[in-house]
């Protein structure tokens, strides 16, 4: 096939779909314990598992839970969580991607916010547990339009004695075949280091996907005419210079909920060699997103695309649990937060 000498192997070397196969699989039983909140179907989880960590995931939706469990070696537990939710009394890591309706951090915590936040939850876990280190994943805008919330959760952290560092990254910094910027935030007990960024060359969307960017299989969805007037329409609108098609000489644009499962104007597609366009499929999307061809999503479709669209990208999890095994390793025995004040004693 044409399209396939684009992205030629080079002699002896390992294809993306391998690497991916390789680097990223749960090493049981694990240790040290981290505890993932918000959990998904485990992406972040899967980054930390793969890096040697055991996990415990807390995750509202039965469909992400089942895939976790599927998948990871640690548990989930189906639960809606709250401030006050039981955790396990200790932890030695805690991890997650709260939802984020930003209003008052304190003003939640009291009971007065929105309950879909997450981050209210996430800092009473951290103040009750007081683990060697917690990093929260959220969107970019945390660092722009949110800007006043983030500041409120470094300060609550700083308040509990941690040193706090947060950071926009771009997954495809990290071997991810996908622009995807995620603001992290640490806080830790000193000694922090980021990953460092691959010098390599990025790895593209046609890397990534090889033969299946070429093929229409069975269960493939087409673009009707009018969906193609549709989206020409909001390319022209958009002032597009060229189509939002995959793009295989490059890293893709960031995959969505909505752009992965839903039929909006920018939804994620293919234009095969004869010139017809089809939707991403299930897999295509998850290799985008470096999940290995091993992991399964459980419930329908449109949840799979969901729990995909949602989830840390494993491979820059793998990169983020790599450093917090490093910063762990360095850490001294006898590092801990002892002389904080509790969540209740903290001032209102
Ligand atoms: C951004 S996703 C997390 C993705 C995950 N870190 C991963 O890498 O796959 C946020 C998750 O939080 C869950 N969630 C939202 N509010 C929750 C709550 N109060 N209790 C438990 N889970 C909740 C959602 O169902 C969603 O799966």
């Not at 055991?54 to 548990?75: I, P, V």
């Amino acid at each position: 096939m044409d399209g396939l000498r684009l992205f030629p192997e080079a002699e002896g070397s390992v294809d993306y779909g391998t690497r991916l196969w390789e680097q990223l699989r749960p090493i049981a039983p694990g240790d040290p314990l981290v505890l993932d909140l918000f959990a998904g179907c485990g992406g972040l989880a899967l980054g930390f598992e793969s890096a040697g960590f055991r996990t415990h995931g807390f995750e509202m939706d039965a469909h992400y839970a089942a895939t976790y469990r599927l998948n990871l070696e640690g548990e989930c537990t189906e639960e809606f969580l709250t401030p006050d939710s039981e955790l396990p009394e200790s932890a030695t890591v805690i991890i997650g991607g709260p939802p984020c309706q930003p209003f008052s951090v304190r003003g939640a915590q009291k009971g007065g916010g929105d309950s879909r936040d997450g981050f209210p939850t996430f800092l009473s876990a951290v103040s009750r547990i007081r683990p060697k280190l917690a990093l929260i994943e959220n969107v970019r805008g945390m660092l722009y339009r949110n800007r006043p919330y983030l500041d409120d959760v470094v300060s609550e952290l700083e308040e509990m004695g941690y040193e706090v560092d947060f950071k926009l990254l771009n997954a495809k910094d990290f071997g991810v075949p996908q622009n995807r910027e995620r603001v992290i935030i640490v806080a830790h007990l000193g000694g922090w280091k980021w990953p460092s960024p691959d010098t390599g060359k990025l790895v593209s969307a046609g890397e990534a996907l090889g033969e299946m960017a070429f093929e229409a299989p069975e269960e493939s969805k087409f673009l009707t005419p009018s969906m193609d007037q549709y989206v020409a329409e909001y390319e022209r609108k958009s002032g597009c210079a060229r189509p939002r098609d995959l793009h295989l000489d490059r890293p893709a644009r960031t995959l969505t909920c909505r752009n992965l499962a839903g039929s909006t104007s920018d939804m994620q597609r293919i234009r095969l060699p004869d010139g017809r366009r089809r939707r991403l499929l299930l897999r295509e999307a998850a290799r985008l997103q470096s999940f290995p061809d091993w992991f399964e999503f459980t419930g329908g479709e449109q949840s799979a695309f969901y729990q995909v669209g949602n989830s840390v990208a494993p491979l820059f999890a793998l990169k983020l649990a790599t450093s917090a095994r490093e910063y762990l390793d360095l850490l001294p025995q006898s590092s801990e937060l002892s002389s904080v004040p509790t969540a209740e004693e903290l001032p209102g």
